[in-house]
C-alpha cells in the first residue's frame, strides 16, 4: 500500500486530514475530544480545535 504525502509535518494529526480519513464518523469520542472547548480555529478550512496542533493554521479564538 503506497503512504500518503502529507502536504507539511504532522499533518496526519490535523482536523482536516482526520475528518476526510472520517473520524468523526468511525470514533466520535476521540473526534469530539479535539474539538470540544475549542480555543483556535484553522485560518485554512475554519475547523476548531482545543489544541493548536491538531490545526494546519491555527489562530486564537
Keep these: ?18 475528518t476526510n480519513l472520517g473520524l468523526h464518523n468511525t470514533n466520535t469520542p476521540e473526534y469530539k475530544n479535539l474539538v470540544m472547548n475549542p480555543k483556535f480555529m484553522c485560518e485554512s478550512c475554519g475547523r476548531v480545535a482545543d489544541n493548536e496542533k491538531n490545526l494546519c493554521k491555527p489562530i486564537k479564538l
Design 1 to 18: 500500500m503506497a503512504e500518503i504525502e502529507m502536504p507539511h509535518p504532522m499533518h496526519e494529526k490535523h482536523l482536516c486530514f482526520l
